[in-house]
């Protein structure tokens, strides 16, 4: 097994990064698959890759393609995921895991019934400042308990859909899944309990009042792990067109020191840390790996080896059950035991 054939279903800004990190991990990208047809055009042209498709079913019966690469809207995870298990394929699809934790047992089934892999696309958990807060958690510089703070601020997203709660389910499914596993990472345990409040700030907003039930757009997010650590987060997809407000930078601190940057972010060549122990305070500054190409290269190892993908159901059911947690307790205003 040395170059890996594989279909990418969805041309949009998942799917032109999935092409591109296929190819730089040393694989064969054979088809696009998009219902909009211009969009899989430009993608297949910009690359040079052979087919096209629309129907995702047409691209996942070719019979040389090894990987199903899944970046299309969550409500399609599933049914997509299911067919190619189905046809013997390995799955990689974006995350979130699935629209429903019913959704991904059918998921998991069918992968599991066909023998195949599945992994799932959380590349920002291979950004080096993850591994490094990782470190230097376990290291004790920081001491314990550890407090993590995230923060996510953005106007209405353009992607209008990112809004429908029967689509995309807002951010608490749709973003902080990135946030709640570097937490888990770094903490290196499970969440306990969580307490959030939340609601819809960009309610009147004419672009998503086409949709039946909006989701929930903006929350803050408190979540207590078994380690005893905790992680907290204030996310909002409910500001003002071209908003200057920002989030702030990711912080860890606990009772010997703490660390400050955006540990998870991806897409930059070099990333600066803020480290303070006691009373000393250091910049690091690291490189950044092409993220997408490190999962798929890891991913790829899984397969040859015979081993686990190293990011698969386990992180997604994870991630997924956090966020139905975190839903829950802005929906009944109570603390939600996992
Ligand atoms: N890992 C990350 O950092 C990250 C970032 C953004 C999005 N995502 C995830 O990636 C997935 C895709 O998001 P995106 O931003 O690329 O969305 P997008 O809207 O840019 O692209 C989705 C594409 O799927 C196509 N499509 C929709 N239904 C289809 C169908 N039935 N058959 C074929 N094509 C279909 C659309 O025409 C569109 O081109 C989502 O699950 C999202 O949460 C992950």
Redesign the pocket.
């Known amino acids: 097994m040395s170059r890996l054939k594989i279909a990418v279903?969805?041309?949009?800004?998942?799917?032109?990064?999935h092409v591109k990190g296929w190819i730089s991990a040393g694989h064969q990208v054979v088809s696009i698959?998009?219902?909009?047809s211009d969009?899989?055009v430009k993608l297949a042209y910009a690359y040079n890759i052979p087919a096209l498709y629309?129907?995702?079913k047409e691209a996942i019966d070719d019979p040389q393609v090894d990987i199903v690469s899944?970046?299309?809207?969550?409500v399609?995870?599933a049914p997509?995921t299911v067919y190619a298990a189905g046809r013997g394929k390995h799955v990689f699809c974006?995350?979130?895991l699935a629209s429903s934790i019913e959704a991904a047992e059918a998921m998991q089934q069918a992968v599991e019934r066909a023998g195949v892999q599945f992994g799932i696309?959380?590349?920002?958990n291979y950004a080096k400042g993850v591994g490094l807060v990782e470190q230097w958690a376990s290291e004790g510089r920081f001491g314990r308990p550890l407090v993590f703070s995230s923060d996510l601020m953005q106007e209405v997203r353009p992607?209008v859909?990112?809004h429908d709660a029967n689509g995309?389910q807002g951010p608490v499914m749709?973003a902080c899944c990135?946030y709640f596993l570097m937490w888990q990472t770094v903490f290196r345990s499970k969440p306990k309990k969580v307490f959030a409040s939340g609601g819809i700030l960009a309610k009147g907003r004419p672009e998503i009042a086409h949709f039946e039930q909006l989701a929930i757009d903006t929350a803050v997010i408190t979540v207590e792990y078994e380690s005893g650590d905790i992680g907290t987060m204030n996310v909002s997809w409910g500001l003002p067109k071209k908003s200057q407000i920002r989030g702030r930078k990711d912080r860890i601190y606990g009772p010997k020191g703490g660390a400050e940057g955006a540990f998870n972010s991806?897409g930059r060549a070099a990333v600066q840390f803020e480290l303070y122990e006691g009373d000393k305070t250091e910049t690091v500054t690291v490189e950044q790996p092409e993220l997408f190409q490190q999962e798929f290269e890891a991913f790829v190892e899984a397969i040859r080896e015979g081993k686990p993908a190293p990011v698969g159901f386990r992180q997604g059911l994870d991630m997924l059950r956090l966020s139905h947690a975190v839903l829950e307790s802005v929906r009944t205003g109570t603390i939600v035991y996992l």
């Open positions: 279903i969805g041309a949009g800004d998942m799917g032109g990064n698959t998009d219902t909009d969009r899989a629309s129907d995702y899944i970046c299309l809207p969550l399609f995870h997509v974006e995350k979130p696309g959380f590349q920002r992607k859909a990112m995309n749709d990135h991806f």
